[in-house]
């Protein structure tokens, strides 16, 4: 199943190589349609990252439950030598 971020590192090559591609095509300068297309790839990215964060899945563990881990006896650090 392809998810969102799947989507938008697909997405990313595509307006590159599209906008900067279409634009040549209409008359822009390569480095001027190659700037504006990198500048919506980086707006996508920065869609990814910052508007539709990418968060970590809530475990299903009750919040008790992990203050029930046994403590370790007070063991020091390991000499490797």
């Avoid at 900067?20 to 008359?27: C, N, P, R």
């Avoid at 869609?47 to 009750?62: G, R």
Wanted: zero cysteines.
């Amino acid at each position: 199943m392809t998810g969102y971020y799947d989507l938008v590192l697909g997405l990313i090559p595509l307006v590159l190589f599209g906008v900067s591609g279409t634009l040549s095509l209409a008359g822009v300068t390569l480095t001027s349609a190659a700037t504006v297309a990198a500048a919506v790839g980086l707006l996508i990215v920065g869609h990814a990252l910052f508007v539709n964060e990418p968060v970590a899945p809530e475990s299903n563990v009750p919040t008790g439950a992990a203050d029930e881990t046994p403590q370790s006896s007070t063991v020091g650090p390991v000499n490797a030598d």
